[in-house]
């Protein structure tokens, strides 16, 4: 995962106004697994 890949990521609203707390939560799970060495 790069800084661009961050950058690019974009959360869905599922029809409603902001982020889906699941979604972030995931992707900042995957930032956290792959900034500790994982793929």
Do not use: A, N, Q
Request: glycine letters at 16%.
């Amino acid at each position: 995962m790069t800084p661009d890949d961050v950058v690019r990521t974009e959360f869905g609203s599922g029809g409603r106004r902001g982020y889906d707390p699941r979604e972030v939560d995931d992707f900042l799970d995957e930032v956290v697994h792959r900034m500790r060495g994982g793929k």
